[in-house]
């Protein structure tokens, strides 16, 4: 809505118990309030996007 992009990732032992991506997934996906769809996108696409990776993956997908 206010055009700030947010992907998912882990970042360090010192802010959380583990560095495990599915343990970040499902606090998300019970905080969030995200569509199913919303959820994936975030999950996957949009960090891609913060990371500067949109264009590599778009053309990793093209290729395969």
């Not at 992009?5 to 997934?25: H, I, P, Q, V, Y």
């Amino acid at each position: 809505k206010m055009g700030i992009r947010c992907g998912l990732g882990t970042d360090s032992l010192a802010s959380n118990k583990t560095l495990n991506l599915f343990d970040e997934l499902a606090f998300l996906e019970s905080k969030s309030g995200l569509s199913p769809e919303q959820f994936i996108k975030t999950a996957t696409l949009e960090g891609a996007k913060v990371l500067g990776f949109e264009r590599d993956l778009c053309l990793n997908f093209l290729l395969y």
